[in-house]
């Protein structure tokens, strides 16, 4: 969006395709929520691919999950499955942040 097209807070402004009215602090309040929600999502998910299958592999490998060591399991398959598991989540949640901010694509 070019600096041109934003417009003061009183009046709406156009969304990404043109079709929603938002006004300028809705539009800046519904890209921090979808900031934040980005940011906390990649730190679970640096936590769990970074942190538990290498930083704290050595510890985790106390524990197994069948007969693999944990630390290796999480390297392995675990942040795979979390990181599935965090795009549902992205998903679930910016479809409810969409609806509280009125530029839902989704008709129904």
């Not at 906390?40 to 290498?54: D, H, K, Y």
């Not at 050595?58 to 795009?87: C, E, K, R």
Request: charged letters at 20%; aromatic letters at 16%.
């Amino acid at each position: 969006m070019a600096t041109s097209d934003l417009h003061s807070g009183a009046e709406p402004a156009a969304g990404a395709s043109g079709d929603h009215n938002i006004t300028e602090s809705a539009f800046k309040a519904y890209w921090k929520e979808n900031l934040s929600l980005m940011g906390i999502l990649l730190g679970i998910w640096f936590a769990v691919s970074f942190g538990a299958g290498i930083l704290f592999r050595d510890f985790l490998d106390q524990f197994s999950i069948g007969t693999a060591p944990l630390g290796f399991w999480f390297a392995q398959q675990g942040a795979i499955y979390v990181f599935v598991i965090l795009i549902f989540v992205y998903s679930f949640m910016m479809h409810r942040i969409e609806r509280k901010y009125d530029v839902d694509d989704d008709e129904g």
